[in-house]
């Protein structure tokens, strides 16, 4: 309905006439010293209430917003209900109602501002119509009416206005709630359309639909979202597949490790086996070589005897070749001897055969002595043939003993060479045994290192396997999805690829 007509009906109904009005503008001049008083008080008020001070940011906001109530109630004052008033109300009712000051507060205040200008004009109007009787209190009653007739106008106005513009921003936002309730329900029946085809695992669907700005938003979250998701399983798709045939080249590549590595922990028991021969092989070695260089320092020491008694044996044959000597002179003497006794065995023949008979017996001694002589001439020749022999046989001897002294003490010197070699081969012996030792712990350890890699190859090639089976689950899961045309990506893309050992 129109405010002008509504405007007019209130004037009719509370009798806010011409005559009243008259009345009103009687009083104007009191109400005009009044009214601004009764604001001071108002607004003093207002500033020690928070609930009602909040409105107003500081005392210069609060000092114009009373200044504009001061003109307003000038305009009530002039008695001239007309567009000008009704435009100033309107106004004040629209503030209130956008800044949501509750019509209880200025209720409030009409009732405090009306009272301090009662008051006053009961004051003020009694003191001038003093003794005038009934014609007195009429004249007070008409002036209080109108006033309180215009203050209330004002007021039901005021609210009014309050109602009818709070009326009118709950339409506002009725409509704009019903205009939101229809741009939500539409996207949210988008939005759910894509989460159904979503949840059967269409991860290609987009929202295509028009939506409100409100939801523009939403929309691009949600397409971001499938196109993100979408892009993930592809990949994860991708991968799986990847993972998959990796899976199986690690489960290959394992098993033939694990066969390696059963083969060289064979080898390796084997080398063990023969690196213990070899190393009991060169203890046995060290310890003869030990033997040999004992047999052979005894050797020395009894090569070394052996020449001692060999330069003996030369100092006793030379003793015997000077024997021999000396014995020789001997028989040459001997042999002088028994010629001279065969001269004088002669003579005396000789001598006994001139003495005739006489001398036979004589001739039979010297010719006895005679033959004695030659047979010790004969002896001594003998003896002296043989001592030559046994002179020379002894040089001979000597010249062999000198030898063999000169053979033993060049044995003597190759026994020492080969102690000395013999020597150096045991310590070489020593210590090969004791580095076929430390090989032969080296080599065990690496036959338990070598057991334990194959137990841990065991181990991967079980994790391997059920990697591919996680794999090959995770690709059925994936395939179904479905997904856009980027998806028929081959495998080959994500497989990685395994360097395969000669």
């Known amino acids: 309905m129109d405010v002008k007509h509504l405007l007019a009906e209130r004037l009719k109904f509370i009798e ?39 409105f107003f940011s500081n005392p210069e906001h609060m000092s114009r917003a009373k200044r504009a109530q001061a003109g307003h109630w000038s305009n009530i004052a002039n008695g001239d209900f007309n567009e000008h008033y009704l435009d100033g109300v309107t106004t004040v009712g629209k503030t209130h109602a956008r800044i949501g000051l509750e019509p209880r507060w200025y ?55 309050y109602i009818e513009a709070a009326e009118e921003a709950r339409r506002r936002e009725e409509e704009k709630r019903h205009a939101a309730e229809a741009e939500r329900a539409q996207a949210m029946s988008l939005i759910e359309a894509g989460l159904a085809r979503l949840a059967q695992g269409d991860l290609a669907v987009r929202v295509e639909g028009p939506v409100a700005p409100a939801f523009q938003k939403l929309k691009d979250d949600f397409n971001h979202a499938a196109e993100r998701l979408e892009a993930a399983m592809q990949t994860v798709a991708e991968r799986a597949g990847g993972i998959r045939a990796a899976a199986g080249e690690i489960s290959q590549a394992s098993g033939d490790l694990s066969r390696r590595t059963e083969t060289q922990a064979a080898s390796l028991e084997e080398t063990a086996a023969a690196l213990d021969e070899i190393t009991a092989t060169v203890r046995q070695t060290a310890q003869g070589t030990r033997k040999a260089g004992e047999a052979v320092g005894e050797a020395t020491r009894e090569a070394e005897e052996s020449g001692r008694v060999v330069e003996q044996a030369v100092t006793a044959m030379n003793a015997i070749e000077g024997s021999a000597k000396e ?76 030898r063999t002294g000169q053979a033993l003490h060049r044995i003597v010197d190759k026994v020492q060479s080969i102690n000395g070699l013999i020597s150096t081969i045991a310590s070489s012996t020593a210590e090969q045994a004791t580095g076929l030792g430390e090989v032969n712990t080296a080599v065990n350890q690496m036959d338990q290192v070598t057991q334990q890699n194959a137990a841990m190859v065991e181990e991967a090639t079980a994790a391997s396997q059920s990697l591919a089976k996680d794999a090959a689950e995770l690709s059925r899961l994936v395939a179904q999805f479905r997904l856009g045309a980027a998806a028929g990506r081959s495998d080959d893309m994500a497989r990685p690829r395994l360097r395969r050992a000669s």
Do not use: H
């Open 327 to 402: 014995i020789s002179q001997i028989i040459g003497v001997i042999d002088e001897i028994a010629f001279q006794t065969n001269l004088l065995a002669l003579n005396a023949g000789v001598e006994a055969a001139r003495a005739g008979e006489a001398g036979k017996g004589f001739a039979v001694v010297a010719q006895e002595v005679r033959a004695l002589a030659q047979r010790s001439a004969d002896a001594a020749r003998e003896i002296k043939s043989l001592i030559q022999t046994s002179g020379e046989q002894v040089e001979t001897g000597v010249a062999l003993v000198g």
């Open 107 to 161: 209720i409030g205040g009409y009732a405090l501002i009306a009272d301090e200008v009662i008051r006053a004009l009961v004051q003020r109007l009694r003191s001038r119509w003093a003794f005038q009787g009934q014609a007195q209190a009429d004249a007070l009653g008409r002036s209080i009416g109108a006033f309180v007739k215009a203050v209330l106008l004002d007021m039901d106005l005021a609210i009014s206005v």
């Open 16 to 54: 806010l006439d011409g005559a009243t009005c008259g009345e009103l503008r009687k009083i104007k001049p009191i109400l005009d010293e009044e009214v601004p008083a009764a604001l001071a008080l108002f607004y003093e008020k207002i500033a020690a209430e928070p609930a009602v001070a909040r």
